[in-house]
């Protein structure tokens, strides 16, 4: 499973997370159900506080956790809605820079834990590994199908057990999903509404623009 995410700062505009109190699910059967009244509780929220034309609703967030991220356009609507009854925690959105390229050397892998479990010929099979980072690039020959007796690469196979998502979009077809990638999303709405999404440089989908996303994963 693989899951990249947009995070901006600017001087000008802000986009924040939003924690609210919990709901308890015992009293709704469907999860979808539950999920959609999450949805219409944070647009009532925001509503009933604020003015449409100061707040952009980028996400609502309905598994982990209760909340959603917005991008504002007056600190005075920031002011009302830290008082509102409901609401835990704000935090705003910062742009992160990467620190580094070389992460397995730099923990000492090669030559630490990974031998000691096997290798890797011999150890991790059937673990789903959820990335977050700056994409990914499918084409790349380690993410490639691998045939279903186990050896060497063969046709794309995509395992059924996973239901994640699989979002394409530019350079990232429906293809690209099998069993080595089993799922990608991609989290640009924060970055677009802040202005900084270069169409010239970024891709709107779970490809990689830079390379630090294949070199991590």
Known sequence: ?????????????????????????????????????????????????????????????THLINGFAIHLTSDEALDILQNAEGVRAIYEDVKMKKLTTHTPDFLGLPTGVWPK?????????????????????P?????????????????????????????TGDRFPGTACNNKIVGAQYFARAATAAGEFNASRDYASPFDSDGHGRLVT
């Open 1 to 61: 499973m693989y899951i990249r995410h947009w995070a901006w700062r600017t001087q000008k505009r802000n986009c924040t997370w939003w924690f609210l109190e919990e709901w308890s699910l015992g009293n709704f059967e469907d999860i979808d159900v539950y999920k959609g009244r999450m949805r219409r509780q944070h647009d009532m929220l925001l509503g009933s506080h604020l003015e449409r034309s100061v707040y952009t609703k980028v996400y609502s967030y």
């Open 117 to 137: 479990l096997g290798g890797p010929t011999a150890s991790g099979a059937g673990v789903v590994i959820g990335m977050i980072d700056t994409g990914i690039n």
């Open 139 to 167: 084409f790349h020959p380690s993410f490639l199908a691998q045939a279903s007796n186990g050896g060497g690469r063969g046709i794309v196979v995509k395992s059924g057990k996973f239901k994640g998502k699989c979002v």
